[in-house]
């Protein structure tokens, strides 16, 4: 009897040792693991404006308009008609004053040129092909392309001119 409770006693100490070791290495294991999630990595963030904001009174664009020159006074039978096309072909995408599927208008003489304006909306897809800024505003708003609507070059003029009274 006494040698059998020597042997489980002698068992019983073996088991505690044998288990107790491993608990230090799984522990060990832990840390490692742990520091290795806490590692971060820093990004900085890049401050850039979005193409919708950017100011650029030098690019004309391409297409059909090279030069345009703007009368100091605004002509209103024009602004009727732009008002007039805008409400038709172009409220859908475009929203006065706030953004939509494509930018507002408001203001947008003192971003582009009057060339860039008429540009992009007498050959949407040409500028996109060809001008860095157009194919930079068809990203910022989700891809969605300008549609062409085939206007004149009259009804764009029309357009621009009512452009020029939304501040």
Known sequence: MKSTLKLLTLLLVILVFSCGGGESD?????????????????????????PSETIDLTNKGIGPIKSLTLASEIDQAMVTKGADVFKKMCTACHKIGKKFIGPAPNGIL????????MNMILDPEGMVKNDQLARDLLMEFNGSPMANQNLTEEEARAVLEYFRTLN
Do not use: I, N
Not at 110 to 117: L, Y
């Open 26 to 50: 799984k522990k060990e294991d832990a840390k490692v693991k742990l520091k290795k999630q806490k590692t971060e990595k820093k990004v900085e963030a890049k401050k850039t404006t979005k």
């Open 110 to 117: 003192k971003r582009r040129t009057p060339e860039w304006v």
